[in-house]
């Protein structure tokens, strides 16, 4: 086995080993200091393989402070200009994220008629 062929292997094998850790995490969401750690431990893998976190996954926790999102417990979600925000409220860190595809498949249907 080449040194390709165990790269490919160790990288197969860390990104089930980040899912399970952040499937882990959600179940034990009401626990903070256990979903933390859990979370923190698949960024920790994810940037020693060089792998990406799924957007999915990533918009369910704190970039920041790892903490799990619970809405109205841990985080305020907003929408409006074209984004929603998340705002950590541990930390008080922000995300945005755009849904700019939602807007033109609006602009689209309001040209048509």
């Known amino acids: 086995m080449g040194w390709k062929e165990r790269k490919a292997v160790r990288k197969k094998v860390a990104s089930e080993r980040i899912k399970e850790l952040l499937k882990f995490s959600e179940l ?3 626990d903070q200091i256990l ?6 431990t698949a960024v920790a893998i994810s940037r020693r393989h ?14 920041k402070c790892f903490t799990v999102f619970i ?3 841990t985080v305020r979600i907003r929408t ?4 929603v925000t998340y705002t950590c409220l541990n930390c ?7 849904y700019t595809k939602e807007k033109k498949i609006q602009n689209n249907a309001k040209k048509e008629s």
């Open 28 to 30: 034990h969401k009401n």
């Open 35 to 40: 979903s933390k750690n859990s979370i923190r």
């Open 50 to 63: 060089k792998i990406r976190i799924p957007s999915r996954s990533k918009r369910k926790f704190c970039k």
């Open 71 to 73: 809405p109205n417990k």
């Open 80 to 83: 409006g200009k074209g984004k």
């Open 92 to 98: 008080g860190h922000i995300k945005r994220i755009p």
